[in-house]
Nanobody, 129 residues
Framework: QLRLVESGGGLVQPGGSLRLSCIAS??????????VGWFRQAPGKEAEGVSC????????NYVDSVKGRFTISRDNARNTVYLQMNNLRPEDSGVYSC????????????????????WGRGTQVTVSS
């Protein structure tokens, strides 16, 4: 079973930045075949969709709370999807997971986690002074 692998999490002060990366566990699997979403879960809270992007970069979408601060992108030549997070806030803290959708909607991608088949184990992001 294909698995995705996240990296780039860590501890950062409020206002700081982090860039998360997502790759496939099988280096020969073309991540370009999948729409990719980023999801986060904080302790005691439900998981929420943060951002998503279609297989060729179309249909990028964001949850309202991160619009203007986070940017999702992908480099299919490097088989990698990125989430650039700027101006981080304490409420952005949580475990960030990337997921792959082999059958995305016509818009390109969705923030509905139930639509995703392949998941990573997550990377911890902590925003604290």
């Amino acid at each position: 079973q294909l698995r995705l692998v996240e990296s780039g999490g860590g501890l950062v002060q409020p206002g700081g930045s982090l860039r998360l990366s997502c790759i496939a566990s099988d280096p020969y699997f073309p991540l370009a075949d999948l729409a990719v979403g980023w999801f986060r879960q904080a302790p005691g809270k439900e998981a929420e969709g943060v951002s998503c992007i279609g297989s060729t970069g179309q249909g990028a979408n964001y949850v309202d709370s991160v619009k203007g601060r986070f940017t999702i992108s992908r480099d299919n030549a490097r088989n990698t999807v990125y989430l650039q997070m700027n101006n981080l806030r304490p409420e952005d803290s949580g475990v960030y997971s990337c997921a792959g959708d082999r059958y995305p909607p016509s818009s390109g991608a969705t923030l509905n986690q139930n639509d995703y088949e392949y998941w990573g184990r997550g990377t911890q992001v902590t925003v604290s002074s």
